[in-house]
């Protein structure tokens, strides 16, 4: 069983980094068959601006640039993809947004075409969430934030390409609470991975 964690943050010394990490961590030990690749979208200068070869794209009139293939190629390689990010304005940052916006494309996670119904392509893979947020859960649920990242992320983009969430964890007051307790969480949800793969989504808040 192989994993893809994307991890989508700047600095590598970040608490994103070391969940991802962690992540890995937690699969390493979690018995023999797992791997996994962990892919920094920063280090490796992916390019999140969706253009006119993405547009052709969308409308199936040409193949998808070599970086757009070689993601999917990455994502068809693994039995369960792993988000990892920090919550930028309730959502996730552009830099992973962009990633989605030109990976997840048309003809290949989903088809899409006029007065045909929606195929929904990506019906065997497994995804888990982990974001990570600066404020606490009283301010999420205050407000209704996590319901509804859940709605536009969970279900906007994965559903509507037939994958499915299996788990979708926010680790909440990053900036306050101990490092370590979340760093514990991520080697958990690594070692729980495939394990869960069973099991229905599951919504968890540190």
């Known amino acids: 069983m192989h994993a893809l964690i994307v991890v989508a943050h700047p600095e590598t010394t970040s608490l994103s980094h070391g969940v991802a990490a962690g992540i890995a ?3 390493s030990l979690s018995g023999a068959g797992r791997s996994f690749e962990i892919a920094d979208l920063t280090a490796e200068a992916f390019d999140p601006r969706f253009g006119m070869a993405d547009l ?3 409308r199936r009139q040409e ?3 070599a970086d757009v293939a070689a993601e999917q190629a990455r994502i068809d390689r693994a039995d369960a993809l792993v988000l990892v990010y920090p919550v ?5 940052p552009g830099l992973l947004k962009g990633w989605i916006d030109r990976v997840f494309a048309n003809g290949w996670a989903f088809d899409f075409r006029p007065d045909v119904p929606l195929e929904k392509k990506l019906g065997r893979l497994r995804v888990h969430l982990v974001g990570i947020g600066g404020a ?4 999420y649920a205050r407000h209704g934030y996590a319901g509804a990242m859940q709605t536009q992320i969970d279900h906007g983009i994965f559903d509507y390409c037939g994958a499915r969430v299996v788990s979708s964890a926010l680790m909440l007051d990053s900036e306050g609470q101990d490092p370590a307790i979340h760093l514990a969480a991520a080697r958990a949800i690594g070692s729980d991975l495939f394990q869960a793969a069973g099991q229905g989504a599951a919504k968890q808040a540190a």
């Open 25 to 27: 961590e937690g699969l």
């Open 88 to 92: 930028y304005w309730w959502s996730m």
């Open 136 to 139: 606490d859960a009283g301010t």
């Open 63 to 65: 193949a998808p640039p």
């Open 56 to 58: 052709a794209v969308h």
